[in-house]
């Protein structure tokens, strides 16, 4: 069962959402990939608001620039690809972006470019897994599931320079 609290953010609020075993999503107003939240609980579970209440202070940290990490525990859904992406945006430190290119070769597997960039457009838990921090070959801001300008908000906050 998935819970969710809705959470002030400078970016606007968050929905975060999570299961008894993690976090599960974290979507922006307009996103683009939320399915929604029918069938979901507004009153959490006490595993799953334990879960929501961290990610809600490690963001609040976040957006007072007092953290460049996340320690949350996460209950992702979706394809082994995908996970893999997800999994390898972590490697990407605090401050600093790569390519889509540079991402899909890191993942071995160059010629997946366009998948990758899929699959890096479906993360469910942006900011935390920061595929904010994935950027266009030529230093470009495009493509996020939750508007380019907060991706340009996110990175700016991070002082990672961009077109």
Request: proline content about 4%.
């Amino acid at each position: 069962m998935i819970s969710y609290i809705e959470h002030p953010s400078p970016v606007g609020i968050l929905l975060i959402a999570a299961t008894d075993a993690g976090i599960c999503g974290i979507y922006f107003e307009e996103h683009k990939h939320f399915k929604g939240k029918d069938g979901w609980l507004q009153t959490p579970t006490q595993s799953a608001l334990r879960h929501l209440k961290n990610a809600a202070m490690q963001l609040d940290e976040y957006f007072a620039a007092k953290r460049t990490r996340f320690d949350v525990a996460l209950d992702l859904s979706g394809t082994a690809f995908q996970r893999e992406v997800w999994s390898a945006l972590n490697a990407i430190p605090f401050g600093q972006s790569v390519s889509y290119a540079q991402h899909a070769q890191g993942l071995g597997n160059p010629k997946a470019l366009r998948a990758v960039g899929s699959a890096i457009g479906k993360n469910p838990v942006s900011i935390i897994v920061p595929c904010h921090r994935v950027i266009g070959s030529a230093g470009a801001v495009t493509g996020y599931a939750g508007g380019v300008e907060r991706k340009r908000f996110l990175l700016a906050l991070e002082s990672v320079a961009v077109k």
